[in-house]
C-alpha cells in the first residue's frame, strides 16, 4: 500500500489527524486493538473543560471549543456538546490555588465564577457545609459525547478515502530515501509521513522507528460508577471535584461516576483498576459530601500519557524527517482533538497553523518536539 501519511494509533488523536489529513491526501489509520479508541479515549470523563493548569493544553482546548458547539456539515446527526457545568471547591486556605484556576479560565476568555459557600451548595447539595468555603465554577464546561465524536471523526476520514485498519500491530518501522515503510500483517506500506498517535506507546513506536525517546509517560487514573442517591436528584448536577483533585464526581445516565483524579506512572499496557485507588477514591468523596457510595456498579482504568512539561506535542524533529509525534495529551486528548487534528494536519503539509489557534498565543514551537522545555527537563 502506497499512502501519503501513515497514522499509527486509532485512538481520538489518531482518528482527529485521519479527519484533518484525509483532505490533503491519501491516509492509513492502523490500530492494533480490535476496534478504535480502546485504551485510554474510550475510558475518559468526557468533560469539556479549560480550566487546565497547563499552558499550551488550556489554549488547544479553547481552540476547540468551535469546532465542538459548531461541527461542519455532515459530521454527526447529534450534538457533541451537552450542558454540564464545572464546580471546584475547597477551604479558606486554599483560596490562592482557587484564585489560579480562575485566572486560568479568564486568560482565555472563559467566564470563571467566583462562589462562596451556599452557593456552591445550591449547585451540588451533597457537599458536607463543614468541608468547603470557596468554590470556582465554569458554567461552560459540557459533556463530551466521545463516541457521537470519535464516529464523526472516523466516518469522515473514510468518505475522504481513508483507509481504517483494526487488528493491525506495527512490527517494523523504516525509513527507505524519503519514504517510511512500516510493516504489518497485512503486508508493508509505503508513506511520506508517518505520524505517531500512540499514546502512551509513542516511545516505543519510535524506538520502532529507530528513533529517541521523546519522555512520553503514560499514567494510570481508576473510576467507577455507584448508585444514584435517593436524598439528591443529580440530574443537574455539575462536573464536582476538589481544589486538592482528590476526586470527582459526575453525573452518569442512571448513576454518579467518580474517581480519585490519579495519575500513577505505569508502563503502557490494558490498564486495570486497583481496588486500594477505588477505596481510596470512596473514602475521599465521602469525607468531602454527603454522597453514600456502598459497592459501586463498576470501576475501571484508562491511560493518560503526559510528556514532560504537562503540554502536548504535534510536530518533527530535525534527526526524523516526516516523523511526525502526535502525543501528550494527558487527560485532554478528548478535548483538544480538533485543534489538535488541526494542527497535525497543518504541520504536515507545511501549512501554518489555523488563526484560531494562533490567535490564542499558540505557535509551532509550543507544540514542537524540539521545544525548549522538554530538552531543559530531560537533562
Known sequence: MRVDVAIVGGGIAGASAAYFLARHGSVALIEREEHFSYHSSGRTAAQFTVGIGATTMRRMAQASRAFFEAPPEGFSEQPILS?????????????????????????????????????????????????????????????????????GYLRGAKAAGAVLATRSDIRAIVREGNRWRLTWAGGDILADAVVNAAGGWADEVAAMAGLAPLGIVAHRRTAFTFALQKDFDTRSWPHVGSVDYDWYVKPEPGCLMGSLADAVPVAPSDAYPEDIDVAQAIENIERDTRLSIGRPISQWAGLRSFARDRNPVAGMREDAPGFFWLAG?????????????????????????????TQLGVASEDLSPERESLRVIAT
Open 329 to 357: 495529551q494527558g487527560g485532554c486528548g478528548i478535548l483538544t482533538s480538533p485543534a489538535m487534528g488541526q494542527s497535525i494536519a497543518a504541520l504536515v503539509t507545511g501549512a501554518p497553523l489555523p488563526e484560531a489557534i
Open 83 to 151: 450542558p454540564r457545568g464545572c464546580l471546584t471547591v475547597g477551604r479558606r486556605e486554599q483560596e490562592a490555588t482557587l484564585r489560579r484556576l480562575e485566572a486560568n479560565l479568564a486568560s482565555v476568555g472563559a467566564r470563571a465564577d467566583r462562589l462562596g459557600r451556599d452557593e456552591a451548595l445550591a449547585l451540588f447539595p451533597a457537599l458536607r457545609p463543614e468541608k468547603l468555603d470557596l468554590g470556582v465554577y465554569e458554567p461552560d464546561a459540557m459533556d463530551i459525547d466521545v463516541d457521537v465524536l470519535l464516529q
